[in-house]
């Protein structure tokens, strides 16, 4: 298994662009969750998923649009960037509630710079 | 709204000390689980440990082991024998309520000085 992955590694964006940063599982979870890390603030929750068709906002959603037509992908939008918008984005995923209860496994982040 | 609280921002002992972490945090759940999480500079998220609040025992991973008060909603995190691979950012996160995310505290930078 490849676990979480997630595409590009870096980015660096001008004021007003767009792009989907990719997230994709194979372990059949039906939980994914979009989050950034900006320095000094932990990570913050965008959006989540708790299966194919539905989604959710997190406490920072704004600027961001997110859709999942499959279990395995769900991308991160963002339709005009802004450079508030700098920061670390992890993609994680989960198993179903019973069991590995809660215990998130995350991608290994894209670093989004917008000028 | 729950929250997650780590005092210390930043944390220096020698390698092979003992250091405790320090997580408080508020929920209105009873069971859950807690969770402390390491992120060395590569940036990976790596759980480290996790803790189901409603077991009293203290959830151990070799080094790694609990201090888990319930009732005072206390989390900490302590490295035995600590190593130069243990310096990273280490957070502790609480799940929120239905189905949302996880919540974390602001991280402690451990260093582990040779």
């Known amino acids: 298994n490849a676990g979480v992955t997630q595409t590009p590694k870096f980015q660096v964006l001008k004021t007003g662009q767009s792009m989907t940063l990719q997230c994709a599982q194979d372990?059949?979870?039906?939980?994914m969750s979009w989050y950034r890390q900006d320095p000094g603030m932990g990570l913050r929750l965008i959006h989540y998923?708790?299966?194919?068709?539905?989604?959710d906002q997190g406490e920072v959603p704004n600027g961001y649009n997110v859709s999942r037509s499959t279990t395995e992908d769900f991308p991160l939008r963002l339709l005009s960037a802004a450079p508030s918008q700098t920061s670390v984005y992890f993609c994680?995923?989960?198993?179903?509630?019973?069991?590995?209860?809660?215990?998130?496994?995350f991608g290994p982040g894209t670093r989004l710079t917008v000028l | 709204a729950q929250t997650v609280t780590q005092s210390q921002p930043e944390m220096s002992v020698q390698e092979a000390e003992t250091v405790t972490l320090s997580c408080t945090y508020d929920?209105?759940?009873?069971?859950?689980?807690l969770f402390w999480y390491k992120q060395p500079p590569s940036r990976q998220m790596i759980l480290v440990i996790r803790?189901?609040?409603?077991?009293?025992q203290n959830a151990t991973e070799n080094r790694f082991s609990v201090n888990f008060q319930k009732a005072a909603k206390s989390f900490s995190l302590k490295i035995s024998d600590s190593q130069l691979g243990d310096t990273a950012m280490y957070f502790c996160?609480?799940?929120?309520?239905?189905?949302?995310?996880?919540?974390f505290g602001k991280g402690t930078h451990l260093i582990i000085q040779p």
């Open positions: 994680a995923s989960r198993p179903p509630l019973a069991g590995d209860s809660d215990t998130q496994y």
């Open positions: 929920t209105s759940e009873n069971n859950y689980y």
């Open positions: 996160a609480l799940p929120g309520g239905g189905a949302d995310g996880l919540t």
């Open positions: 998923s708790v299966g194919a068709g539905i989604t």
């Open positions: 372990m059949n979870h039906e939980y």
């Open positions: 803790q189901e609040a409603y077991k009293q």
